[in-house]
């Protein structure tokens, strides 16, 4: 903790239980051209982008684990999954590979497999080094708040998808990250965006 360069300000965001939450318009324009091109899953290659982007920013990789400060190697992503007949939506964990077909051959495999779940972590196991996404793909929101506490000296990383829409000739995704305050500040939200939407223009991974 002393050789942490924010730990003023992590003691004092844990103690109160503050996190940072933004909500943008990405352009998934490109992104979705390709994504039909290659006959890929848009969900799988959004989150392949969001765990490369979030991985790029240090201050994502911060935890805590047994009560210590610890930052991991790589954080990889959960994310929600809908049974169709349940109407509810359940939890999911693809194991992170070298290059995105392989990754999105094996989400494309998850998702068959637990597609009738009933349960909100069928695999049981999750790792711990991750962060969460939600997929609403009803919804084209101007904003999204879980109102979810970090109590029990926790740390907090949320990002959640909405519906995109056209407008003006380019698709636009409202994209909310809520981030346990502790670790990142408006700057690193800002430096989040500003690479992914980078990303998403390249349209590659």
Request: glycine share 4%; proline share 3%; hydrophobic share 40%.
């Given at each position: 903790?002393?050789?942490?360069?924010?730990?003023?300000?992590?003691?004092?965001?844990?103690?109160?239980?503050?996190?940072?939450?933004?909500?943008?318009?990405?352009?998934i324009?490109?992104?979705?051209?390709?994504?039909?091109?290659?006959?890929?899953?848009?969900?799988?290659?959004?989150?392949?982008?969001?765990?490369?982007?979030?991985?790029?920013?240090?201050?994502?990789?911060?935890?805590?684990?047994?009560?210590?400060?610890?930052?991991?190697?790589?954080?990889?992503?959960?994310?929600?999954?809908?049974?169709e007949?349940?109407k509810?939506?359940?939890?999911?964990?693809v194991?992170?590979?070298?290059?995105?077909?392989?990754?999105?051959?094996?989400?494309?495999?998850?998702?068959?497999?637990?597609?009738?779940?009933?349960?909100?972590?069928?695999?049981?196991?999750?790792?711990?080094?991750?962060?969460n996404?939600?997929?609403?793909?009803?919804?084209?929101?101007?904003?999204?708040?879980?109102?979810?506490?970090?109590?029990?000296n926790?740390?907090?990383?949320?990002?959640?998808?909405?519906?995109?829409?056209?407008?003006?000739g380019?698709?636009?995704?409202?994209?909310?990250?809520?981030?346990?305050?502790?670790?990142?500040?408006?700057?690193?939200?800002?430096?989040?965006?500003?690479?992914?939407?980078?990303?998403?223009?390249?349209?590659?991974v």
């Amino acid at each position: 903790m002393n050789n942490f360069d924010r730990a003023e300000y992590f003691q004092y965001f844990m103690s109160v239980g503050t996190t940072i939450e933004f909500t943008v318009k990405i352009d998934i324009t490109k992104t979705l051209e390709k994504s039909r091109e290659e006959n890929t899953h848009l969900q799988s290659r959004l989150l392949f982008q969001l765990y490369k982007i979030l991985n790029s920013i240090e201050n994502f990789k911060y935890d805590i684990l047994d009560g210590n400060l610890i930052i991991w190697e790589k954080i990889v992503p959960t994310f929600s999954a809908f049974n169709e007949q349940t109407k509810l939506f359940f939890t999911l964990y693809v194991k992170m590979k070298e290059g995105y077909p392989a990754f999105d051959m094996e989400y494309k495999q998850t998702l068959k497999k637990y597609a009738g779940s009933n349960v909100i972590v069928p695999q049981e196991i999750l790792p711990q080094n991750v962060f969460n996404v939600s997929f609403v793909p009803w919804l084209h929101f101007e904003h999204f708040s879980s109102n979810t506490s970090n109590g029990d000296n926790k740390i907090i990383k949320m990002i959640t998808l909405g519906k995109y829409a056209e407008m003006n000739g380019r698709f636009l995704l409202p994209l909310t990250i809520q981030v346990s305050h502790a670790i990142v500040d408006g700057y690193h939200i800002s430096l989040f965006f500003n690479r992914l939407q980078e990303e998403l223009n390249i349209a590659e991974v």
